[in-house]
């Protein structure tokens, strides 16, 4: 649970004295031994069934301390900064190694779009333009490069006008 907020547990086990902790992780279910395979395998859909709920909103991010899930929602944008990725969220800000041509492409169902070399925007946090800047739901002006301003202006009203997911 510390390290992945939305990790499905499922406990398996003889002794009923254990159900307490289930609860205090958020367990899915507690299941006693023995445990017939039907019983087994409906748990094991249920689970895999919630794994693709949560697969679509999250991901999971190395830190360098360690791996992390984080929501996409959560995220404003993406930052190059030399060999550097700056995630800015709403709870601040998160470095990682790796290029922004691979976050564009891990991200591109998600409502991600490069305005400039430098950003990678997240169109859900997008709450208009001004001149050749997009403006942040904190504020924040970010500048969208001229040779991407139409396609970039296309996905914001995609988005807009019920590419909303």
Excluded at 22 to 49: D, H, T
Excluded at 88 to 100: A, F, P, Q, R, V
Excluded at 113 to 133: E, P, W
Excluded at 136 to 151: G, H, I, T, W
Aim: hydrophobic share 40%; charged share 25%; proline share 2%.
């Amino acid at each position: 649970r510390e390290r992945d907020d939305k990790v499905v547990i499922i406990f398996i086990t003889a002794a009923p004295q254990y159900a307490i902790s289930g609860y205090e992780v958020r367990a899915l279910s507690y299941l006693l031994k023995p445990l017939p395979w039907f019983a087994f395998s409906q748990e094991l859909k249920k689970s895999i069934g919630m794994v693709r709920s949560n697969v679509d909103d999250s991901m999971l991010i190395d830190t360098g301390k360690g791996q992390m899930r984080l929501n996409l929602a959560d995220i404003l944008y993406l930052e190059s900064i030399r060999h550097t990725i700056v995630i800015h969220t709403l709870d601040g800000k998160l470095s990682i190694n790796g290029t922004l041509k691979d976050m564009e492409a891990k991200l591109a169902d998600y409502h991600f779009f490069r305005s400039n070399s430098c950003y990678l925007v997240n169109l859900r946090h997008v709450t208009g333009m001004a001149d050749q800047d997009c403006i942040m739901s904190n504020d924040e002006r970010l500048r969208v490069s001229r040779p991407r301003k139409k396609a970039f202006l296309t996905a914001l009203t995609d988005y807009m006008g019920g590419g909303m997911g």
